[in-house]
């Protein structure tokens, strides 16, 4: 399929940033000049603004996404959030398998399955991350790395629950470092991931599949990265918390 027949998606992940009243000045500025855009455009904010951003986006092209969901629907598991809480809310879409989750907060590439069954269950879409560590690229070890991610994120999910799924490639590397990585870099793990979906699903399903870069990408090398014919869009950290600068990611994204 021609990338022009696939959506591109630009999300944006807050992290744990912006209190309730920067978050509604965020989101106020976001939202027009995002409003002609051509392609998805999401914001993933911290659960305590989620309301707030339900609110304002309400009627609007933007999406709301939290960023992590629990795997069980409710129970003894103190500080979580189910992903009925959240569709509960009216949240859309949800990031799991964030890199900064499995780094800090013990994620597996087992819980990321969980907690993806929980989120289709629950009606929720996911932006689901993959991306191997600096020492595993050196290592020659990428393309195994996001493979066994992806496989495992996906198992137990079908072919008609994998349209409510985006997948982030995110090396981590690449992640707040500014070191991004290049086009070619982020074109070929794209693409080798559509494969791996390929070969568990089919071309039809692999083709369909909307793959974001995230790591770094910014308003000067957006254009670049989206480009690319596997790069469908981006998973944005830093630049998401500037509106100028999200602006003009979701303006090359629709180009
Ligand atoms: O982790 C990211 C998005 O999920 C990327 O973060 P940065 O854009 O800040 O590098």
């Not at 499995?102 to 991306?131: K, M, P, S």
């Amino acid at each position: 399929m021609e990338k022009s027949l696939r959506k591109a998606v630009i999300a944006g992940n807050w992290k744990m940033n912006k209190n309730r009243a920067e978050a509604k000045a965020l989101i106020e500025e976001i939202k027009p000049l995002v409003k002609d855009a051509d392609c998805g455009v999401i914001v993933c904010v911290p659960y305590t603004n989620l309301e707030t951003a339900l609110e304002l986006c309400k009627g609007s092209n933007v999406g709301v996404g939290a960023e992590n969901c629990h795997w069980a629907k409710s129970g003894a598991f103190t500080g979580e959030i189910s992903a009925d809480m959240l569709a509960e809310m009216g949240v859309e879409y949800v990031i799991i398998g964030h890199s900064e989750r499995r780094q800090y907060f013990g994620e597996t590439d087992v819980t990321v399955n969980q907690r993806v069954r929980a989120a289709l269950d629950a009606g929720l879409r996911v932006i689901l991350c993959v991306g191997e560590l600096l020492e595993q690229r050196e290592q020659g070890i990428t393309e195994e790395i996001c493979a066994m991610q992806t496989k495992v994120a996906l198992q137990g999910v079908s072919e008609a629950e994998l349209e409510r799924i985006i997948i982030a490639y995110e090396p981590v590397w690449a992640i707040g470092t500014g070191k991004t990585a290049t086009a070619d870099q982020a074109e070929e793990v794209c693409a080798f991931i559509r494969s791996v979906v390929e070969k568990l699903y089919n071309k039809k399903a692999a083709d369909a599949l909307t793959i974001q870069y995230g790591g770094s990408m910014n308003a000067a090398n957006a254009d670049e990265l989206l480009s690319k014919k596997n790069v469908d869009g981006g998973l944005i950290g830093g630049a998401s918390l500037k509106a100028p600068d999200f602006a003009a990611i979701v303006k090359a994204a629709s180009k």
